[in-house]
């Protein structure tokens, strides 16, 4: 996906983890605004992956990520923009996708 999306990653140990439910409600409400900027979401739960064909082994191994939550935003340059332990606010994801310098190109 590098140079044609973002990508999010939002890790968690299973799907009944509460930070993963919390982000997910955030990605739906913020979804609508959205649709422009390019983003794949890739979630990793446990040992599956879904919006991506890698392994989860691999993406946890290349990533860094911890066994509880995680959530990183990559650039599409491919370099981590954002990490944290916490769900990303909607507002966060949005201010650090419009200042990257190839979202302000494609606004032009």
Do not use: C, H
């Not at 979630?43 to 990533?63: F, L, N, P, Q």
């Not at 990559?74 to 979202?103: H, N, W, Y």
Request: glycine letters at 6%; aromatic letters at 4%; charged letters at 30%.
């Amino acid at each position: 996906m590098k140079w044609e999306r973002r990508v999010l990653i939002v890790a968690a140990p299973s799907e009944q983890d509460t930070l993963l439910a919390e982000q997910r409600r955030i990605l739906v409400s913020w979804k609508a605004n959205s649709d422009d900027r390019d983003l794949t979401i890739v979630e990793v739960i446990g040992d599956r992956v879904r919006g991506a064909g890698d392994t989860a082994a691999s993406i946890r191994r290349k990533y860094r990520l911890p066994s509880p939550f995680t959530a990183i935003l990559i650039g599409k340059d491919g370099g981590e923009k954002l990490r944290s332990a916490k769900p990303f606010p909607a507002a966060v994801l949005e201010q650090t996708i419009d200042a990257m310098p190839m979202r302000r190109a494609g606004q032009r």
